[in-house]
């Protein structure tokens, strides 16, 4: 089945995430994380890419950039550039990075903040630890006011360093409403991985329709949400609440 052609948009911002493949650790130690957020400013600078925020989790990363068309040429210069620091490191060859990276064009405002707040609250909801103690995410740009990350226009669209750090930090009744009663995140993939096949839940957006279609059926019939499955999957959320 043909690769669907990646969305771009008029406003070059994008929310991207890169994973491990087959879900695997892409970090090992702090030494590694210094390391990819110094490539990560090194080759901003260089294609003129401003980031917005970040978060590095253990096996994937978020990023809130302004990139217009240099996307996907930052993408691959980060990847190379980092695989072959880290295969040097490990004494190890092939992959580390899933082929193909989750991109989210973001068109407003409202999207881009909420994007921004999606990000930094990353390790609240995986259950690492609160926001503001995350010690590898832009939280702490915000509140050093240096760093790699240019949040300017986030704290313009909401008024604020301190506006912006307290619409982080908000609790939003709808952050967990929609998926009270559900299993957690864990055995949902489990419960997808089983019912498609697929080890990853991404690649459940590349099956046929109908396939496509059967396994949503079946993963809400077992309790998954809409946010849920819109969360493991990359579907949009109106697509799965039409199926």
Request: glycine residues 6%.
């Amino acid at each position: 089945m043909a690769r669907r052609n990646r969305q771009y948009c008029d406003s070059g911002y994008y929310h991207i995430i890169t994973r491990g493949v087959n879900r695997q650790e892409i970090f090992h130690d702090d030494m590694d994380r210094l390391k990819y957020l110094d490539t990560l400013r090194r080759f901003s600078i260089e294609l003129e890419v401003d980031v917005l925020a970040y978060c590095l989790m253990d096996n994937h990363v978020h990023l809130l950039v302004h990139a217009g068309d240099a996307l996907s040429v930052l993408i691959k210069k980060i990847a190379s550039s980092y695989v072959y620091y880290f295969n040097h490191k490990y004494d190890r060859i092939g992959h580390l990075f899933q082929d193909r990276y989750h991109s989210k064009a973001i068109e407003d405002d409202s999207y881009l903040l909420a994007a921004a707040r999606y990000i930094l609250r990353n390790p609240q909801k995986a259950g690492v630890c609160a926001v503001q103690e995350y010690q590898w995410s832009s939280w702490q740009e915000l509140e050093s006011g240096a760093g790699l990350c240019k949040t300017q226009l986030l704290c313009e669209i909401v008024g604020g360093t301190q506006a912006l750090k307290a619409y982080i930090l908000a609790e939003d009744e709808n952050d967990n409403a929609d998926d009270r009663g559900a299993p957690k995140d864990a055995s949902a993939l489990n419960i997808l991985r089983r019912i498609s096949g697929l080890e990853n839940p991404e690649d459940i957006a590349k099956l046929p329709k109908q396939k496509r279609v059967a396994v949503i059926i079946e993963a809400k019939k077992a309790g998954l949400t809409v946010r849920q499955l819109s969360r493991l999957t990359g579907l949009n959320r109106n697509t799965i609440q039409r199926i």
